[in-house]
């Protein structure tokens, strides 16, 4: 198969101008090669080169990771994130990243009021989609040299990249109390942070997002744990 070797090149030189740390993850040429052909998009796209060449891409100290075919420190992958039959990944959407304090990205293909294409950000302390006004390369563009202290704010704390770098990309932070409750106290330095399993995080952002959506903010709720 050709896989476009120029295109890798090309994505390289992006990297060597990233301003955020990144580590690119070692994919499996077979497994990669599964997962792009299931993709469906050009070996030159940006996309099915990282899914061609890459496990993923660990991009601030593995505060974000971009999804490719899957690594022993990432082994969820483009595909898995998206079988819809398993609970996961959004009708006409795609995600196609990830953040350790459960936000995620994916790309609009109808699921979003807005342009398809476009990357949309669950943000973890809203629950809600919003549109960042980019395509995918856009926001791979944005994520290597954009300000992510600016973007993420709050909830960020005091030495962040050490106890990020202890996940893997598998991981997320279960913080309590909760970012989605819209209090700013206590500071999220001073919360409980617990790494769990990403995919359980998603599974219960999304059951709160369903719960709440059709109630006002600063609407009181009860939440009870079995």
């Given at each position: 198969m050709n896989t476009g070797s120029s295109a890798w090149s090309e994505v390289q030189q992006w990297l060597q101008k990233a301003k955020n740390t990144v580590e690119i993850l070692a994919g499996n040429r077979e497994q990669g090669e599964a997962v792009f052909q299931h993709l469906r998009v050009s070996p030159r796209s940006l996309m099915g080169t990282l899914a061609l060449e890459t496990g993923g891409i660990l991009v601030d100290h593995g505060w974000l990771r971009f999804l490719g075919s899957g690594n022993e420190r990432m082994k969820e992958n483009l595909l898995s994130w998206n079988a819809i039959q398993d609970g996961y990944g959004i009708q006409q959407a795609f995600i196609v990243a990830h953040d350790v304090v459960g936000g995620f990205f994916a790309m609009n293909g109808g699921a979003f009021p807005g342009e398809k294409g476009n990357i949309f950000y669950m943000a973890p302390d809203t629950l809600a989609w919003q549109n960042l006004g980019g395509s995918y390369s856009q926001t791979f563009s944005w994520a290597l040299t954009g300000n992510l202290?600016?973007?993420?704010?709050?909830?960020?704390?005091?030495?962040?990249?050490?106890?990020?770098?202890?996940?893997?990309?598998?991981?997320?932070?279960?913080?309590?109390?909760?970012?989605?409750?819209?209090?700013?106290?206590?500071?999220?330095?001073?919360?409980?942070?617990?790494?769990?399993?990403?995919?359980?995080?998603?599974?219960?952002?999304?059951?709160?997002?369903?719960?709440?959506?059709?109630?006002?903010?600063?609407?009181?709720?009860?939440?009870?744990?079995?």
């Open positions: 202290d600016q973007f993420y704010g709050t909830m960020r704390w005091p030495g962040w990249q050490e106890e990020v770098g202890k996940t893997n990309g598998d991981q997320g932070l279960s913080i309590i109390p909760f970012l989605w409750t819209g209090t700013k106290e206590p500071p999220v330095a001073e919360r409980s942070r617990r790494a769990i399993p990403l995919q359980e995080l998603w599974r219960f952002e999304q059951d709160i997002a369903r719960q709440i959506q059709h109630h006002p903010p600063g609407t009181p709720i009860k939440i009870n744990f079995t």
